[in-house]
Antibody, heavy 122, light 107 residues
Framework: EVQLVESGGGLVQSGGSLRLSCAASGFTFSNYAMSWVRQAPGKGLEWVSA????????YYTDSAKGRFTISRDSSMNTLYLQMNSLRAEDTAIYYC???????????????WGQGTLVTVSS | AIQLTQSPSSLSASVGDRVTITCRASQGISSALAWYQQNPGKAPNLLIYDASSLGTGVPSRFSGSGSGTDFTLTISSLQPEDFATYYC?????????FGGGTKVEIK
């Protein structure tokens, strides 16, 4: 059974940093691209970043470029999102999601974690 | 970035009703579109991928159609567990974008 478990969320001051983790199990981690998607309180879904199965290809939404870094460790079956220079508008539940292929483009997200809440206080 | 416009943003329907939600892309995305269902406090759940393929374990009352810029999600006979929020997402061009969501409420 595919399982994705996020951790690392919490309360942080504006300008601070957090590293989110997503522990994956039930599948061969390196065979699938992964994404982070967030949802601000009471709002819709927003894609944040994606990484290929090898970790060599990464993509970011404009608001994340230069502040967030996505990475993965296949020995630990874990996906990460390093978030720096956090702003109030980054407050959201952050979900990790598995793509259906080893690259993210033209591959949908078929499994999602339950999310971790990040709150940025101003 | 490609914009996805979902309509309606909300609707009220009764059990047994046929429901259709539309998603229009600001430029062509071939068939690289997925539909997700989200219940309050829960993660999204994949319903439809590649515009018209049914996700694993998804009831057959859900169906998707379209390609290019215009897509639809249809629930043929609404069930009590279908009252939720539905999102479309394109995965053709970065940044991947979501529609604004459609909340399906009980009439």
């Amino acid at each position: 059974e595919v399982q994705l478990v996020e951790s690392g969320g919490g309360l942080v001051q504006s300008g601070g940093s957090l590293r989110l983790s997503c522990a994956a199990s039930g599948f061969t981690f390196s065979n699938y691209a992964m994404s982070w998607v967030r949802q601000a309180p009471g709002k819709g879904l927003e894609w944040v970043s994606a990484i290929s199965g090898s970790g060599g290809i990464t993509y970011y939404t404009d608001s994340a470029k230069g502040r967030f870094t996505i990475s993965r460790d296949s020995s630990m079956n874990t996906l990460y999102l390093q978030m720096n220079s956090l702003r109030a508008e980054d407050t959201a539940i952050y979900y990790c999601a598995r793509h259906s292929e080893v690259v993210s483009r033209n591959s949908y997200s078929d499994h999602w974690g339950q999310g971790t809440l990040v709150t940025v206080s101003s | 970035a490609i914009q996805l416009t979902q309509s309606p943003s909300s609707l009220s329907a009764s059990v047994g009703d046929r429901v259709t939600i539309t998603c229009r892309a600001s430029q062509g995305i071939s068939s690289a579109l997925a539909w997700y269902q989200q219940n309050p406090g829960k993660a999204p759940n994949l319903l439809i991928y590649d515009a018209s393929s049914l996700g694993t374990g998804v009831p057959s009352r859900f169906s998707g159609s379209g390609s290019g810029t215009d897509f639809t999600l249809t629930i043929s006979s609404l069930q009590p567990e279908d009252f939720a929020t539905y999102y479309c997402q394109q995965f053709n061009t970065y940044p991947f974008t979501f529609g604004g969501g459609t909340k399906v409420e009980i009439k």
